[in-house]
């Protein structure tokens, strides 16, 4: 079939021609959205689930929500190079210039900005191309500490002040949670229960990997009163089919049910290789119909194009023993297996390995489901391993 006309959407983060099966997650964060406007207290959501199942598609529905409910948003996604004052920073600056405008949030504006000059020289945050304001003094004594825990709360309950003088509220929306260190996390949380205490109109929406639970738990008690934590997983059956046969009936075509079984077989009914395998069947059918025989034929496909782009761009992050334990737990197939087991395959003991299983759980590869328990974050990584990594070497 026409290529062009390919409704499927493969790809990190790229939304899906039908968001299938997460109406409550949507519905439950613009309730969590509306209620932060109305200046009532709220849990907001902090998405929690492995690699492809669409938790960055939600966080984009999410800002388009709330920007649709009239919140200025400030959206970034975590990782390795850069700390969260570098994350937050940019989006902070322009939120408050843009609240400056309004007449009656000039002033809480405005030493949002003498704030946010301590907290960058408190902490020597050097943020590219980012300058609060040359005829801008810092407020001292207010967010300049050195110390991320006492200053993000300060510096975040100004910008809640300015949005409640501005009736604007903000929303802070963050991907990639897990990547956060255990002080960032812990002043994230300290922030927003501070906020919380104010009734101000600020509130953070989020995503991560499972182990942002434990991060949530070590951090600060009060996590589990400040956010819910939705578990985004495969989808139910009947919403992964929506996901194949509607997008391609739009277009008048349809599916043979044995094609569609094969799909969801092979997937796992995650979203994301939904889309993949869907996509390549298109673009491999003929006529009408979807067939079993035309996904077949685009199996392959489908499986070269993740090892080349998606497995492989996370493979490449790793060592060489990081690369071997993680062969070494592909060799159990799907699932959570036990920490002993596969330091046992590779010959050692479990201390030995700790250190490498640290450093992937920490680069989001791996992640612990129960104590002394160890599972891959991406679903279908156990048989990339294999693939890639015919033999496991001792």
Same mark, same amino acid.
């Given at each position: 079939?026409?290529?062009?006309?390919?409704?499927?959407?493969?790809?990190?983060?790229?939304?899906?021609?039908?968001?299938?099966?997460?109406?409550?997650?949507?519905?439950?964060?613009?309730?969590?959205? $509306?209620?932060?406007?109305?200046?009532?207290?709220?849990?907001?959501?902090?998405?929690?689930?492995?690699?492809?199942?669409?938790?960055?598609?939600?966080?984009?529905?999410?800002?388009?929500?709330?920007? +649709?409910?009239?919140?200025?948003?400030?959206?970034?996604?975590?990782?390795?190079? +850069?700390?969260?004052?570098?994350?937050?920073?940019?989006?902070?600056?322009?939120?408050?210039?843009?609240?400056?405008?309004?007449?009656?949030?000039?002033? +809480?504006?405005?030493?949002?900005?003498?704030?946010?000059?301590?907290? *960058?020289?408190?902490?020597?945050?050097?943020?590219?191309?980012?300058?609060?304001?040359?005829?801008?003094?810092?407020?001292?004594?207010?967010?300049?500490?050195?110390?991320?825990?006492?200053?993000?709360?300060?510096?975040?309950?100004?910008?809640?002040?300015?949005?409640?003088?501005?009736?604007?509220?903000?929303?802070?929306?963050?991907?990639?949670?897990?990547?956060?260190?255990?002080?960032?996390?812990?002043?994230?949380? %300290?922030?927003?229960?501070?906020?919380?205490?104010?009734?101000?109109?600020?509130?953070?929406?989020?995503?991560?990997?499972? $182990?942002?639970?434990?991060?949530? /738990?070590?951090?600060?008690?009060?996590?589990?009163?400040?956010?819910?934590?939705?578990?985004?997983?495969?989808?139910?059956?009947?919403?992964?089919?929506?996901?194949?046969?509607?997008?391609?009936?739009?277009?008048?075509?349809?599916?043979?049910?044995?094609?569609?079984?094969?799909?969801?077989?092979?997937?796992?009914?995650?979203?994301?290789?939904?889309?993949?395998?869907?996509?390549?069947?298109?673009?491999?059918?003929?006529?009408?119909?979807?067939?079993?025989?035309?996904?077949?034929?685009?199996?392959?496909?489908?499986?070269?194009?993740?090892?080349?782009?998606?497995?492989?761009?996370?493979?490449?992050?790793?060592?060489?023993?990081?690369?071997?334990? %993680?062969?070494? *737990?592909?060799?159990? /197939?799907?699932?959570?297996?036990?920490?002993?087991?596969?330091?046992?395959?590779?010959?050692?003991?479990?201390?030995?390995?700790?250190?490498?299983?640290?450093? *992937?759980?920490?680069?989001? %590869?791996?992640?612990?489901?129960?104590?002394?328990?160890?599972?891959?974050?991406?679903?279908?990584?156990?048989?990339? %391993?294999?693939?890639?990594?015919?033999?496991? +070497?001792?």
């Amino acid at each position: 079939m026409d290529p062009v006309k390919n409704p499927y959407a493969p790809g990190a983060g790229s939304p899906p021609p039908e968001l299938a099966g997460r109406s409550d997650v949507i519905d439950a964060t613009r309730v969590a959205l $509306q209620r932060i406007r109305l200046g009532r207290s709220v849990q907001s959501p902090i998405l929690v689930g492995l690699r492809g199942v669409g938790k960055t598609v939600l966080l984009v529905k999410v800002k388009e929500i709330a920007e +649709k409910e009239g919140f200025r948003t400030i959206s970034v996604e975590a990782h390795e190079g +850069k700390t969260l004052p570098e994350l937050l920073v940019p989006g902070i600056r322009q939120t408050l210039f843009k609240l400056s405008t309004v007449e009656n949030a000039k002033d +809480k504006a405005r030493r949002g900005l003498r704030v946010l000059k301590s907290f *960058l020289n408190g902490l020597r945050v050097s943020v590219n191309d980012v300058e609060v304001g040359l005829t801008i003094e810092p407020e001292t004594g207010t967010a300049d500490s050195g110390s991320i825990e006492a200053d993000l709360p300060e510096l975040l309950l100004v910008l809640g002040e300015a949005a409640k003088d501005a009736k604007t509220p903000v929303a802070i929306i963050i991907d990639e949670l897990q990547y956060l260190s255990h002080e960032e996390f812990s002043a994230l949380i %300290m922030s927003f229960h501070r906020t919380s205490q104010g009734n101000l109109p600020i509130v953070l929406i989020g995503a991560g990997l499972p $182990q942002i639970l434990g991060l949530a /738990g070590n951090s600060k008690s009060y996590a589990e009163r400040l956010f819910k934590y939705p578990e985004i997983g495969a989808l139910a059956h009947n919403f992964a089919i929506e996901a194949i046969v509607n997008p391609a009936k739009n277009e008048g075509v349809s599916y043979e049910p044995a094609a569609v079984e094969q799909i969801l077989s092979v997937t796992g009914r995650y979203p994301y290789f939904l889309q993949q395998w869907a996509y390549e069947a298109w673009n491999v059918a003929s006529g009408k119909v979807i067939r079993a025989r035309d996904v077949s034929i685009a199996h392959n496909n489908a499986i070269s194009t993740l090892d080349e782009s998606f497995f492989k761009v996370r493979f490449d992050r790793c060592t060489p023993s990081e690369k071997k334990y %993680m062969r070494a *737990l592909a060799k159990f /197939g799907d699932g959570p297996h036990r920490s002993g087991d596969i330091a046992e395959t590779l010959g050692v003991k479990s201390n030995s390995v700790a250190p490498t299983r640290a450093s *992937l759980i920490k680069k989001g %590869m791996i992640y612990s489901p129960a104590h002394g328990d160890t599972a891959f974050t991406v679903p279908l990584f156990d048989e990339y %391993m294999v693939r890639a990594m015919p033999k496991l +070497k001792y």
